[in-house]
Structures are given as structure tokens and as C-alpha cells.
């Protein structure tokens, strides 16, 4: 083999070690103060070395702080354009149209306030290294938990093998056969059914007999639930509604809301009731 060139020393460039940043240093409890010769206690130690409960609620109260602020500024912005527009001379309908315009203003101000407070929350609650408290609008049918590292979402709970939290449509429509008015439809169905066959059909006879019993027990029950349902639900009148009926009659009704209802489980085997929730005071 033959070498037929080198590389030259000089044409060989050299660089320097790249530096590694140096960590912040923690901070430290006291801190000297040369002006007075004194020591005082390091704030940054404090919030540091701090429990997360305080430390979320001091980032809580910082972001409160900051949203309050923007939105007495920002309110006190748009009331003083208002009374600035409302002293010169206005037509007619304009007072009307300032009116609306103002109220979309504050409306406007105040998310922006609520925007603001969050940022702040998130800076400080990153620098203090809490996370954040929310109380937001879960997935349907996730389990709560005070404990946000613990919380399970629906998905979740369904590959852990849990059961669910939320009744789906087709287990409430189960169950809403199950009650004692459809289970009484159901059997006055069958009879209509029953009663078309030949009379020379051996069981006839003895289905149309089994199934009138089954519709007389679940009718009485039916009418049982219902009384309870009207005995105990509490209504208020709230004011009448007057309507004209087709012909011109004049006819009033009364408008009545009810404060509470009952909500009653039902057992699917006996057919009774359970009261779940009890009335207020």
C-alpha cells in the first residue's frame, strides 16, 4: 500500500470541552444581612422546604390576588368609558344599545381576570412545584378521588376490570322492564297473544290462568308505587297560565313545581321500594 497524501497538523481544528451548567444552589434557611450584621429567615427556603398543602394554598392565593387585581382595573376601565359616552347627548335607542355593549364588556373582562389568575396559578405553582388544585368537569363515569394521583377515568376502570359507575341505556332499559307497570303490559300482551291460539291447545287453559295472576299482582303493586310516589312528593304552586282553547274558551291552569320527589330503588326480586334519599329539612 502506498500513502499518497497526510493530513496536515495544521489543518486540524481543535475545540473546547463544552462547560456543564453549574446547578442552582439550594437555598439556604438564613440569610445574612451585611447593612445590619443580622440574620432573617430565606423566604426562598421556606417555600422550598414547605408542606404542598401550604405551598398550593400560598400559589392559590397569589393567583387570586393577581385575578382580583386585573378585574377591579379592568371593571373600573369599562364603568368609566360608560359614564364618559352616556354624558354626551345620545339618540334615542342608544342609551339601550351602551347598555348591552357595556355588559358584554364586563363580561369580556371578567374571563379575561379568570385567564390571567390561571396563568399566575400555573407560573407559581411550576416554581413551587405543587400541583394544581381543579375542580373541573370529569370524564362520565370516572371515579373520584380526592387524591388526583389516584383518580380513574371510565376507560381506566373498564381495563381494570371495575364496575361501572354510570348505568348505561341498555341496563336502565333492563331495569325499567323490570318494573311492575311493564311487567303487568307485558303480561296482559302474552294473554292477547294466548287468547288467539285454538282452544284445543292443552296449555292454553293453564297460561291464560298463570299470566292473569301475574298481571293482577303486578297491577296492585303498580298502584302501590304510585301512591307512595303521590303521597310523598311535595309540590309548590308557583302562579296560574291562562290559555284560550280552540273555539274561545277561557281556561286557567295552575302551574304547580315540585321541591321533592321521592327516589325509590326498587328490588327487582320482591318488587319493593327503598327509599335512597330522605327529604331536607
Do not use: C
Not at 102 to 127: C, D, H, N, V, Y
Not at 146 to 154: D, F, K
Request: proline letters at 5%.
Amino acid at each position: 500500500m502506498k500513502i499518497i497524501g497526510s493530513l496536515l497538523p495544521r489543518l486540524i481544528k481543535k475545540y473546547k470541552g463544552q462547560s456543564k451548567p453549574k446547578a442552582e444552589a439550594l437555598p439556604t434557611k438564613l440569610t445574612f444581612i451585611p447593612k445590619s450584621k443580622t440574620f432573617k429567615i430565606n423566604p426562598k427556603h421556606t417555600r422550598l422546604h414547605g408542606d404542598p398543602i401550604a405551598k398550593r394554598d400560598m400559589a392559590s392565593s397569589i393567583a387570586r390576588r393577581r385575578e382580583t387585581r386585573s378585574h377591579i382595573a379592568l371593571t373600573k376601565k369599562v364603568e368609566d368609558a360608560y359614564k364618559r359616552t352616556i354624558a354626551k347627548p345620545q339618540k334615542a335607542n342608544q342609551l339601550a344599545i351602551l347598555k348591552a355593549k357595556k355588559t358584554r364588556a364586563l363580561t369580556k373582562a371578567f374571563t379575561l381576570s379568570q385567564k390571567r389568575g390561571m396563568k399566575t396559578l400555573e407560573k407559581t405553582s411550576k416554581k413551587l412545584d405543587v400541583n394544581i388544585k381543579r375542580f373541573g368537569t370529569l370524564e362520565k363515569g370516572s371515579r373520584w378521588d380526592a387524591n388526583m394521583a389516584t383518580r380513574v377515568s371510565a376507560h381506566e376502570a373498564k381495563e381494570l376490570g371495575f364496575p361501572p359507575k354510570v348505568v348505561s341505556a341498555e341496563m336502565k332499559a333492563f331495569y325499567a322492564k323490570q318494573k311492575p307497570l311493564a311487567q303487568a303490559k307485558f303480561a296482559r300482551k302474552t294473554l292477547s297473544t294466548i287468547y288467539k291460539q285454538p282452544k284445543s291447545w292443552k296449555k292454553r287453559s293453564g297460561l291464560i290462568k298463570h299470566y292473569k295472576g301475574v298481571a293482577k299482582t303486578e297491577l296492585q303493586q303498580a298502584k302501590m308505587d304510585r301512591q307512595i310516589f303521590r303521597d310523598t312528593t311535595v309540590q309548590k304552586l308557583t302562579g296560574k297560565t291562562t290559555f284560550y282553547r280552540k273555539g274561545g274558551k277561557k281556561v286557567t291552569k295552575e302551574n304547580w313545581k315540585t321541591i321533592w320527589s321521592p327516589e325509590l330503588k326498587q328490588d327487582i326480586r320482591t318488587k319493593r321500594w327503598i327509599r335512597t334519599r330522605f327529604p331536607e329539612k
